[in-house]
């Protein structure tokens, strides 16, 4: 059966926009955690919100963590690009996708 797609739009309700940020943040944790797991692959995310004044993590041990952001800083600057996603091109590119 397809899966229906998340309709894409602001959320008015602060309290319901909170809500769907932690269930999502959790969501985006999980499938990074069975992406390295099934791919064998090593991955890191970092996370900041205004719902939270610190900057969050995965994985959660700081040595893993470590381990893969020294692994990628290891590599050229031109490297480094191919590996990016920037949040305004992300959102442009999600934009464009709607109209």
């Not at 309709?7 to 309700?13: G, N, P, T």
């Not at 985006?28 to 791919?39: F, G, P, R, T, V």
């Not at 990628?72 to 999600?94: A, G, V």
Request: glycine share 2%.
């Amino acid at each position: 059966m397809p899966r229906s797609k998340v309709r894409l739009a602001f959320i008015k309700d602060n309290k319901a926009r909170k809500n769907s940020f932690m269930k999502r943040k959790e969501c985006l944790k999980n499938k990074l955690k069975e992406l390295s797991i099934l791919c064998s692959i090593e991955a890191c995310v970092i996370m900041c919100s205004s719902y939270g004044l610190q900057l969050e993590m995965w994985p959660e041990d700081n040595t893993a963590f470590q381990n893969v952001l020294n692994a990628f800083l290891t590599n050229s600057p031109m490297e480094r690009s191919k590996f990016l996603l920037k949040h305004d091109s992300y959102i442009k590119e999600r934009i464009s996708k709607i109209k």
